[in-house]
């Protein structure tokens, strides 16, 4: 081991369906993989003892090339796997429809600020032993069919746990699934349990001891963001008892009644099973976890709501604070508030920063964001004018319309109160439609505005881009529907680089919210019970503090303005971190 930590003494393994580790590293989509990589990269600068496993994909997610109406075409990544990663001798295999699966995986190790290390594990079924089909199951990321995403979380959860027996991981104490897509995990412990005692079914106390290990964390309060996969194509994974478990023994209501009898509240699956007809892995990954916990305070609330019955708890997410504060803000921490790398919450200081090299700092992230849309869209924008800044994946939910509700509007604020440039950027899913419409109306709305208000869509969204467009904007817009905003953590890498929120009050932002502060509002909060604001006044919300507040404070009182930048970073920067969030998991979690 590189790191010096042998497997043997890894107690924390970390299992997410991707992990975005490298721009250049295709895999992941988007928050759900940054995440991951940002989690990653705070345990190895806290030294803790974890491990992470995700799947390989030869094909990445997605390179996106937009045409002239803003239609979305998406073409396979071209990447070499060796540039990345590196081969383990070691070989797991699973069975999938009666066949055996080799899987081989393939290391990359990230480096923490005091020389720890956390190994990743990339788990690949292209061997020459394994069927046409098999060898590509880890081809493409949220690729393929139902079953083929099926087949893929097999790979992650009963494959990822193999696979660590075979790298020599024995003592691992916590399996924390990062989302339901590893929720199969669980029932590999449970057979393992079983194994141990000599035994082929599984029993009451096999559920307590995988309980105790598991940790799951539940990423979305969008119906569709929790995979449900039917019974007829679990069973066709699994044909028959000559694989590690009998699934009917694991997943059926009234065999788990024969199995535990009184002692059913360890693991009621009818909820899971949905009537025998499907299996949802939430509700597999809540069943079977003895911590759950959702991604903000907000979202514990409405996670709790979804899933009655279910203590779920709420840790906030966080962003790698190096990872995302652009080199001009990191030499001037560096400068001013050394250790901040090893202690993020030393950004407290920055509201004693000197305003004018706050500012120095900004205007230099800036330009290097101008100078990308400058090479990739031939437009030149203006460094001293407002610039407004929405990076997200491109669906319903996130509105990234709003903004654009009422152009003429736009129009007028621009030109009584202070120009106004606008940077876009994001991927749609391949299968949502609605996504890519709104997409194309985007376009439709640039072209509207005309030469009035500058606007630019930067097509190919990835690691590398956002970070430049986050710390390189004036103001970071988000606008979510509420209460379908888990947490976001767009805004969190904005303020590290002194870059107020200007944003729906929903996901992380309630929290980090302080207004004319931190950064702004729109509209009102959501509350159980009195549905969602209204859109109009959202709208209205939207315009008149543009109007009123924001741009006349940019233009007008830049000392003011830089008062909420420095306040951005000192308070949301400083708490809003993967280090505190792991802290938290720590106590909570990990080592409870």
């Not at 001013?336 to 230099?364: K, M, T, Y």
């Not at 709305?445 to 500058?454: E, I, S």
């Not at 930048?565 to 909570?588: C, E, P, W």
Request: a neutral charge.
């Amino acid at each position: 081991m590189q790191d010096g930590i042998k497997p043997s003494k890894r107690s924390i393994a970390y299992f997410s369906m991707e992990i975005a580790l490298e721009s250049a590293l295709p895999s992941y989509s988007g928050g759900l993989g940054v995440l991951a990589g940002d989690t990653i990269r705070a345990a190895a600068d806290m030294g803790l003892p974890m491990v992470g496993l995700s799947l390989l994909y030869r094909k990445g997610y997605f390179r996106q090339e937009l045409g002239e109406d803003g239609t979305q075409v998406e073409h396979a990544v071209a990447w070499r796997v060796e540039d990345f990663l590196k081969e383990e001798e070691s070989r797991a295999s699973l069975s999938i429809e009666g066949r055996r699966v080799w899987l081989r995986c393939w290391r990359y190790d990230v480096k923490g600020v005091r020389g720890d290390g956390v190994p990743v594990y990339f788990l690949d079924a292209d061997l020459p032993e394994n069927s046409d089909f098999d060898r590509g199951l880890t081809g493409s990321l949220y690729g393929g069919d139902t079953f083929y995403r099926l087949c893929q979380e097999v790979i992650l959860g009963v494959g990822g746990v193999r696979m660590l027996r075979a790298l020599g991981y024995t003592r691992i104490r916590r399996y924390h699934m990062n989302e339901g897509h590893a929720g199969l995990l669980a029932l590999q412990l449970l057979d393992e349990e079983a194994e141990k005692a000599g035994r082929a079914s599984v029993r009451k106390r096999d559920v307590e001891n995988v309980r105790r290990k598991c940790v799951f964390t539940t990423h979305t309060p969008v119906p569709a963001g929790h995979d449900q996969f039917p019974m007829s194509l679990v069973t066709r994974v699994f044909p028959n008892r000559e694989d590690f478990f009998d699934l009917k023994d694991v997943f059926c209501a009234d065999l788990m009644k024969q199995i535990l009898r009184e002692h059913r509240e360890f693991l009621d699956l009818k909820e899971a099973v949905q009537a025998g007809t499907s299996l949802n892995m939430t509700y597999l990954a809540l069943n079977l976890s003895g911590f759950v916990n959702g991604v903000a305070k907000q979202h514990g609330e409405v996670s709790r709501m979804m899933f009655n019955g279910y203590d779920i708890a709420a840790i906030t997410n966080g962003v790698h604070a190096a990872t995302w504060t652009s080199p001009t803000f990191q030499k001037l921490y560096d400068t001013h508030i050394p250790g901040w790398r090893e202690d993020n919450f030393c950004l407290r200081a920055a509201l004693g920063l000197p305003a004018q090299e706050v500012w120095s700092a900004h205007q230099a992230a800036k330009k290097t964001l101008l100078d990308v849309v400058s090479q990739r869209t031939g437009t030149q924008m203006d460094p001293e004018m407002f610039t407004i800044g929405f990076a997200r994946r491109a669906t319903g939910y996130k509105r990234a319309d709003l903004l654009l509700s009422d152009i003429e509007r736009l129009k007028r604020i621009a030109a009584a109160v202070g120009k106004v440039q606008i940077i876009y950027a994001g991927k749609a899913h391949p299968n949502d439609p609605g996504g890519k419409e709104i997409i194309r109306r985007l376009f439709a709305a640039k072209r509207a505005l005309g030469n009035d208000v500058a606007m630019v869509y930067l097509d190919d969204y990835s690691f590398d881009l956002g970070a430049k467009i986050t710390a390189g904007v004036d103001v970071w817009l988000n606008t979510p529907q509420p209460p379908l905003e888990a947490s976001g953590t767009s805004g969190m890498k904005a303020a590290l680089n002194g870059v107020p929120s200007f944003s729906i009050l929903d996901g992380w932002w309630i929290e980090g919210h302080i207004e004319g502060v931190t950064g702004w509002s729109i509209g009102n909060s959501w509350r159980e019970g009195q549905g969602a604001p209204e859109h109009a006044a959202e709208v209205e919300s939207l315009y008149q503090k543009l109007e009123s507040v924001i741009l006349p404070l940019f233009y007008g009182q830049r000392d003011g303005y830089l008062e909420v930048m420095k306040h951005a970073i000192a308070l949301n920067g400083s708490f809003f971190n993967t280090q505190r969030m792991l802290q938290q998991y720590v106590t909570d979690a990990y080592f409870r």
